[in-house]
């Protein structure tokens, strides 16, 4: 697997921000507007969500935010991996950062709200192999025929 540098990334350079907008993008086109809960700028710029970048050189290669839902539980966001980065790792790279911060904060589940049809497929292959599992509706979600709930128990 390549090596990437892992970095918390408040969100100020210009490539975080237009892979934050290619995710928006994505989700946007690829799910009904009622079940677009990725979250913009704003709504990532809060205490309790931190973000991380993966780079290669000066090459944005992916992002994740870890937003904390309470003292043990807390919710995958923002995950989005660059186009000329898929399948070299780099998802993973911050997916393993953002799980080992949970740990670290003493996070009891860990969880994410994604949703279905083939665009979604690599992530949820991801989010399978790291061990977390399909389960009911959490946090302020509602369930619906497009959107499914991820947990891992830490």
Do not use: C
Not at 15 to 32: C, D, I, V, W
Not at 56 to 80: P, V
């Amino acid at each position: 697997m390549p090596m990437y540098q892992i970095r918390k990334d408040d969100l100020s350079g210009g490539p975080t921000r237009a892979l934050l907008a290619l995710h928006l993008a994505g989700m946007q086109a690829n799910s009904p507007p009622e079940a677009v809960f990725a979250l913009d700028l704003s709504g990532l710029q809060v205490p309790e969500v931190t973000v991380w970048s993966a780079w290669r050189g000066e090459n944005i290669a992916s992002i994740g935010a870890l937003k904390m839902l309470g003292a043990d539980h807390a919710e995958i966001k923002s995950m989005r991996t660059h186009p000329d980065f898929l399948r070299q790792g780099a998802g993973a790279a911050v997916l393993a950062t953002i799980i080992a911060e949970a740990r670290a904060r003493g996070v009891k589940r860990l969880s994410l709200e994604t949703g279905s049809g083939s665009s979604f497929d690599a992530a949820l292959t991801l989010y399978r192999r790291h061990g977390f599992a399909n389960g009911p509706a959490f946090g302020g979600y509602a369930a619906s025929a497009f959107n499914q709930f991820l947990h891992l128990d830490l």
